[in-house]
């Protein structure tokens, strides 16, 4: 028989993903091994190798066009098999099906149409009690909006209905309302729906016709306002702010950096390591975070986690979005080393050549918005992170100082907390911290 060749999950919150680039075409001889193809997902272009040897037949997984996670996209048939009187499924060409943006999608084989149209599906008959595969968010989306689960048909692995196709019911419309459970007790008030947003007919409606372009939204921005709109639903988030001087800290800074090794390079002696505000800012974070250890935690329903080192996620802009490459016990590592790791991961983080394990997890992030020349703001938590510092600007203020004023360079920055897991009292020590050593920077050095 054939091996099949699916779109493997390669990002814990990916339910679809992208071919951006085959590596062999139909009728090619591939071993184990070989890479296959490229896969775009929200956040990086990943390479997927062939589980088998053979010849590449069957090739169903179209560049450019969304893909259900565990689609089959290709089979591999073995040396003198008979691609015709195998099981294994021949591409057949469909009609294209329309999307949200008024385009149509590349024609797809029938499996694998089958398989993109689950996102959005809903069967008229509902499966067997007990049957329904669902993830948690789902169930409570579900439960709230008075929706039978196992009336939607899930686009998750395996059949699991996850939050895209319950929100697809909602807005569809169609689905039956779940039946109350029967119990002796009185019936619970009825829950209302959630307010649905505006659908895309509405929005457009609102503006002239042709004055406007649609832009399809591609996995990353798809993946930041899912993530976007679950942190801000499910964390009570609490911020507190508060301001850094930094003249001792940029005077250390240059000092570091003037006194920095050269190093031989392609291009020439340069300097070992050149230190920025931010990577200071990193350093300082991740030892608050020791200071204060009950605030370097996350929350799950049922413990504290506590963690026993500071991994620092930093917002890197890209192209279309942001990803937050991390910066492992930031804590144990000197400066220099935190700098070039940092220009290193946000170089690959712009290449999308990151690693899964390079910006997943982590225990808290810094997000700086201060070379924009933004004062202060307040930045959205990361799930699973109990923390986000949002940094500002530095800039000369007039500043009291026993009975007189005088001018310091200050820099103003926002605590975003967890309060299930880092509360006011916590949170303003943590942050009291961080304050201690930007100003005395002289402790991130011993």
């Given at each position: 028989?054939?091996?099949?060749?699916?779109?493997?999950?390669?990002?814990?919150?990916?339910?679809?993903?992208?071919?951006?680039?085959?590596?062999?075409?139909?009728?090619?001889?591939?071993?184990?091994?070989?890479?296959?193809?490229?896969?775009?997902?929200?956040?990086?272009?990943?390479?997927?190798?062939?589980?088998?040897?053979?010849?590449?037949?069957?090739?169903?997984?179209?560049?450019?066009?969304?893909?259900?996670?565990?689609?089959?996209?290709?089979?591999?048939?073995?040396?003198?098999?008979?691609?015709?009187?195998?099981?294994?499924?021949?591409?057949?060409?469909?009609?294209?099906?329309?999307?949200?943006?008024?385009?149509?999608?590349?024609?797809?084989?029938?499996?694998?149409?089958?398989?993109?149209?689950t996102?959005?599906?809903?069967?008229?008959?509902?499966?067997?009690?007990?049957?329904?595969?669902?993830?948690?968010?789902?169930?409570?989306?579900?439960?709230?909006?008075?929706?039978?689960?196992?009336?939607?048909t899930?686009?998750?692995?395996?059949?699991?209905?996850?939050?895209?196709?319950?929100?697809?019911a909602?807005?569809g419309?169609?689905?039956?309302?779940?039946?109350p459970?029967?119990?002796?007790?009185?019936?619970?008030?009825a829950?209302?729906?959630?307010?649905?947003?505006?659908?895309?007919?509405?929005?457009?409606?609102?503006?002239e016709?042709?004055?406007?372009?649609l832009?399809?939204?591609?996995?990353?921005?798809?993946?930041?306002?899912?993530?976007?709109?679950?942190?801000?639903?499910?964390?009570?988030?609490?911020?507190?702010?508060?301001?850094?001087?930094?003249?001792?800290?940029?005077?250390?800074r240059?000092?570091?950096?003037?006194?920095?090794?050269?190093?031989?390079?392609?291009?020439?002696?340069?300097?070992?390591?050149?230190?920025?505000?931010?990577?200071?800012?990193?350093?300082?974070?991740?030892?608050?975070l020791?200071?204060?250890?009950?605030?370097?935690?996350?929350?799950?329903?049922?413990?504290?986690?506590k963690?026993?080192?500071?991994?620092?996620?930093?917002?890197?802009?890209?192209?279309?979005?942001?990803?937050?490459?991390?910066?492992?016990?930031?804590?144990?590592?000197?400066?220099?080393?935190?700098?070039?790791?940092?220009?290193?991961?946000a170089?690959?983080?712009?290449?999308?050549?990151?690693?899964?394990?390079?910006?997943?997890?982590?225990?808290?992030?810094?997000?700086?918005?201060?070379?924009?020349?933004?004062?202060?703001?307040?930045?959205?938590?990361?799930?699973?992170?109990?923390?986000?510092?949002?940094?500002?600007?530095?800039?000369?203020?007039?500043?009291?100082?026993?009975?007189?004023?005088?001018?310091?360079?200050v820099?103003?920055?926002?605590?975003?907390?967890?309060?299930?897991?880092?509360?006011g009292?916590?949170?303003?020590?943590?942050?009291?911290?961080?304050?201690?050593i930007?100003?005395?920077?002289?402790?991130?050095?011993?």
């Amino acid at each position: 028989m054939p091996v099949e060749v699916i779109l493997p999950k390669v990002d814990m919150d990916m339910a679809t993903g992208q071919i951006s680039r085959w590596f062999f075409e139909e009728g090619a001889i591939v071993k184990q091994g070989d890479v296959l193809f490229e896969i775009e997902t929200d956040k990086a272009a990943m390479e997927i190798d062939a589980p088998a040897s053979g010849t590449l037949r069957n090739i169903t997984g179209k560049e450019g066009v969304d893909i259900p996670v565990g689609a089959p996209v290709a089979w591999i048939y073995a040396e003198g098999e008979d691609a015709g009187t195998t099981a294994a499924p021949a591409a057949a060409p469909v009609e294209p099906q329309p999307v949200a943006n008024g385009k149509a999608e590349t024609p797809m084989s029938s499996s694998q149409d089958k398989a993109a149209q689950t996102a959005l599906a809903v069967q008229d008959t509902p499966a067997p009690a007990g049957a329904v595969r669902a993830t948690p968010l789902a169930r409570r989306l579900a439960r709230e909006a008075g929706l039978d689960l196992a009336a939607v048909t899930g686009s998750g692995p395996h059949g699991r209905v996850v939050k895209a196709d319950v929100e697809a019911a909602i807005a569809g419309g169609g689905v039956a309302k779940a039946a109350p459970a029967a119990s002796p007790a009185a019936a619970a008030p009825a829950v209302a729906p959630a307010a649905k947003p505006m659908s895309d007919e509405a929005v457009l409606k609102l503006f002239e016709q042709g004055s406007y372009e649609l832009v399809p939204h591609d996995n990353m921005r798809k993946t930041i306002a899912r993530r976007l709109v679950e942190a801000k639903s499910t964390i009570p988030h609490f911020y507190l702010t508060l301001d850094c001087e930094l003249d001792a800290l940029l005077k250390l800074r240059s000092e570091l950096n003037a006194a920095a090794p050269m190093r031989k390079t392609e291009k020439g002696d340069v300097p070992a390591y050149k230190l920025s505000v931010n990577d200071m800012i990193i350093k300082a974070m991740a030892q608050a975070l020791v200071a204060v250890p009950d605030a370097n935690a996350s929350w799950t329903d049922s413990a504290m986690v506590k963690h026993k080192h500071a991994d620092v996620g930093v917002a890197v802009s890209i192209p279309g979005g942001l990803i937050t490459p991390i910066v492992r016990k930031a804590d144990q590592k000197t400066l220099s080393v935190i700098s070039n790791e940092m220009k290193d991961l946000a170089k690959r983080a712009r290449d999308r050549k990151l690693k899964l394990e390079e910006y997943q997890g982590g225990t808290t992030a810094v997000s700086n918005l201060g070379m924009f020349g933004i004062k202060d703001f307040a930045a959205v938590i990361n799930p699973p992170h109990a923390t986000i510092l949002a940094v500002g600007a530095g800039e000369e203020r007039a500043v009291v100082k026993g009975g007189e004023i005088r001018i310091a360079t200050v820099m103003s920055v926002t605590l975003s907390t967890d309060h299930r897991a880092v509360d006011g009292a916590l949170g303003a020590e943590l942050l009291g911290a961080f304050k201690r050593i930007i100003e005395n920077p002289m402790t991130m050095l011993v």
